[in-house]
């Protein structure tokens, strides 16, 4: 087994085998229909997860190459701290960034992130758009601060995303490039006619590193590696511009009580030290070096972008050219470069093609659970090859022909 696997499941008596999936795991699927994919029709790695998502199995084996020299070393030597330089300058460079703008990074992963912008970044008053699962989060952290004011939460229906608006009074405003849970993602301006001074914070979490970004547009930029960055999750990236390490010194200045861990300027401190206020994942580190060198390597930005594109032009086309698919974006100009959501006709039990294609080594490909739609959902993230999104159409429409 090489050194992609992850765990090795036994067959016990009474149970049923495992098929072998991906670059070596295996997994049990009980309840699959018998459909058998021929091996010439598969991608040649079938995770299509929209996070954790799939970890090229170049970066394990360079992780795996490390040794005893990495993994299990102090966060606060060189040997750790000079992984962290890498993934600070690799950003500065995919991103482009300004001289004046900084990467920092913690733990706790985005999610933790919503909680330190509601401490760090919002003086009084947000504004948020709401268009999912996800975006909706950060606007129930900032509605339930209570020494906030009550926040704008602008909505829209799952599978379209709202426009933010000029508004007095607003401090910062909170939009989500991709939402991962449906699979629309949204331009990223700053607001006409908003504030002097107002911020404008950017969840990034399955967008950073495969859509087209001007940073200068933001004032703060965050993520997980867990998407595009073909990393672990459990850890929080933020590119802060000149306005928002403002925004943050000016609040901490205040007197507001601010919980240590969900500091950003604690978090500010250390990144500037090449590490993090509390011990990270080493392996998550490393792996998230791994990938912004590739792409750097590969071309950058605009390499990373270009294939995302490439994935998400081949599953539209075969969407909207099948007889039982449609994406569920209905506006091409939303329809997700990263995420792809594919609504089936009600004919067509997507619960059972999924069930069907892991058992056949084709992963991860269902809904988000609190969706409630008869579709799939592929990530077509950078490191997922665009020849395999299109066997993966091949393989859905093997498996509808024989369900039918």
């Excluded at 972008?305 to 086309?317: C, F, I, K, N, P």
Aim: glycine residues 8%; proline residues 7%.
């Amino acid at each position: 087994m090489d050194v992609g696997s992850v765990a090795v499941l036994r067959t016990l008596p009474d149970q049923p085998s495992p098929v072998s999936y991906g670059r070596g795991e295996e997994h049990i699927v009980t309840d699959a229909p018998e459909i058998h994919i021929p091996a010439n029709l598969k991608p040649r790695d079938g995770r299509f997860g929209s996070g954790p998502s799939k970890v090229r199995p170049e970066a394990l084996a360079g992780l795996a190459a490390t040794g005893t020299g990495y993994l299990g070393t102090s966060h606060r030597r060189p040997g750790v701290k000079n992984v962290v330089a890498r993934i600070r300058r690799g950003l500065r460079d995919l991103f482009s960034l300004p001289e004046d703008y900084e990467v920092v990074l913690g733990n706790g992963g985005a999610t933790a992130f919503w909680d330190i912008a509601t401490f760090n970044l919002i003086r009084s008053r947000s504004q948020h758009l709401s268009f999912g699962e996800f975006s909706s989060k950060f606007a129930a952290a900032a509605k339930a601060a209570p020494f906030l004011d009550e926040p704008t939460i602008l909505e829209s229906e799952p599978g379209t995303h709202p426009w933010p608006r000029a508004e007095a009074g607003v401090d910062a405003y909170a939009f989500t490039h991709n939402e991962t849970s449906t699979g629309v993602m949204m331009p990223i301006r700053r607001v006409d006619g908003a504030d002097d001074g107002a911020l404008v914070l950017v969840d990034a979490t399955s967008a950073a590193g495969g859509l087209p970004i001007d940073i200068r547009e933001t004032d703060v930029y965050y993520f997980s590696p867990q998407k595009c960055f073909a990393a672990d999750g459990g850890l929080w990236i933020a590119i802060l511009s000149p306005n928002a390490l403002e925004r943050v010194a000016q609040i901490r200045a205040s007197g507001r009580w601010i919980p240590t861990f969900l500091d950003l300027t604690t978090a500010i401190d250390n990144s500037r030290q090449d590490q993090t206020y509390n011990t990270p994942a080493l392996a998550t580190l490393w792996l998230l070096a791994d990938q912004i060198e590739w792409m750097n390597a590969n071309g950058g930005l605009p390499f990373a972008t270009g294939r995302t594109a490439d994935s998400a032009q081949r599953l539209y086309t075969w969407a909207e050219k099948s007889e039982y698919a449609t994406p569920f974006v209905a506006d091409p100009e939303q329809r997700s470069h990263v995420v792809g959501t594919i609504d089936f006709d009600a004919s067509i039990d997507a619960t059972a093609v999924a069930k069907t294609l892991r058992a056949n080594g084709i992963v991860d490909t269902e809904p988000y659970r609190k969706l409630g739609r008869n579709q799939l959902r592929i990530a077509l993230f950078p490191a997922i090859d665009p020849d395999d999104v299109e066997a993966l159409t091949a393989c859905v429409d093997y498996v509808v022909a024989r369900l039918s």
